[in-house]
């Protein structure tokens, strides 16, 4: 029963700031890597950035490094994304996503998706 509940989207305009957040349970929190993708209207998914285990370690994707920061709270079972400098580009449905290890590689493949949370950025 893993479970990923995603929030915190929102309509917001360019240059504003959105925290995303993604409540996890069904197991281990902190012994897994985790990671966001984002699918915008009628595109396929994109992998944003991703988060080892201990939350030490992150990457994300070119057009968002230096606006996007992503953290976890492995106490409270938690991913997060700082989303800031919105553009609208980022307007999509952000997913968090559980890796089957607590690093990754390139070749990784999330196992788990949550269901996604709206971010729609628009003047």
């Known amino acids: 029963e893993v479970q990923l509940v995603e929030s915190g989207g929102g309509l917001v305009q360019p240059g504003g700031s959105l925290r995303l957040s993604c409540a996890a349970s069904?197991?281990?929190?902190?012994?897994?890597?985790m990671s966001w993708v984002r699918q915008a209207p009628g595109k396929g998914l994109e992998w944003v950035s991703a988060?080892?285990?201990?939350?030490?370690?992150?990457n994300y994707t070119d057009s968002v490094k230096g606006r996007f920061t992503v953290s976890r709270d492995n106490a409270k079972n938690t991913l997060y994304l700082q989303m800031n400098s919105l553009k609208p580009a980022d307007t999509a449905v952000y997913y968090c996503?559980?890796?089957?290890?607590?690093?990754?590689?390139?070749?990784?493949?999330?196992?788990?998706w949550g269901q996604g949370t709206q971010v729609t950025v628009s003047s």
């Open positions: 069904g197991f281990t929190f902190s012994s897994y890597a």
């Open positions: 996503a559980k890796y089957p290890t607590g690093g990754i590689t390139i070749a990784t493949v999330p196992e788990y």
């Open positions: 988060i080892k285990s201990g939350g030490g370690s992150t």
